[in-house]
């Protein structure tokens, strides 16, 4: 089991490079990722290329005066 099994990180800048490629790690080693970043489709098709049983439920809309950024909970 992975020291990093159970385990909650956040990563920004999560749709491409270093941040898509250490979010696909850190999944597949089981730590509970929370993904960041500006452009909505290429986090759409990082969450796609994950495994589905390891995706969480997003929470519901965020309250506040700024549009809630693209957001993904795996």
Same mark, same amino acid.
């Given at each position: 089991?992975?020291?990093?099994?159970?385990? *909650?990180?956040?990563? *920004?800048?999560?749709?491409?490079?270093?941040?898509?490629?250490?979010?696909?790690?850190?999944?597949?080693? /089981?730590?509970?990722?929370?993904?960041?970043?500006?452009?909505?489709?290429?986090?759409?098709?990082?969450?796609?290329?994950?495994?589905?049983?390891?995706?969480?439920?997003?929470? /519901?809309?965020?309250?506040?005066?700024?549009?809630?950024?693209? *957001?993904?909970?795996?």
């Amino acid at each position: 089991m992975s020291a990093l099994a159970g385990r *909650t990180v956040l990563i *920004t800048g999560a749709s491409s490079g270093v941040g898509r490629d250490l979010a696909r790690s850190l999944a597949g080693a /089981g730590a509970r990722v929370i993904a960041c970043a500006r452009r909505r489709a290429m986090l759409d098709d990082l969450v796609a290329d994950l495994d589905p049983r390891a995706l969480r439920e997003p929470p /519901g809309p965020r309250r506040g005066p700024r549009p809630r950024r693209s *957001t993904a909970f795996f």
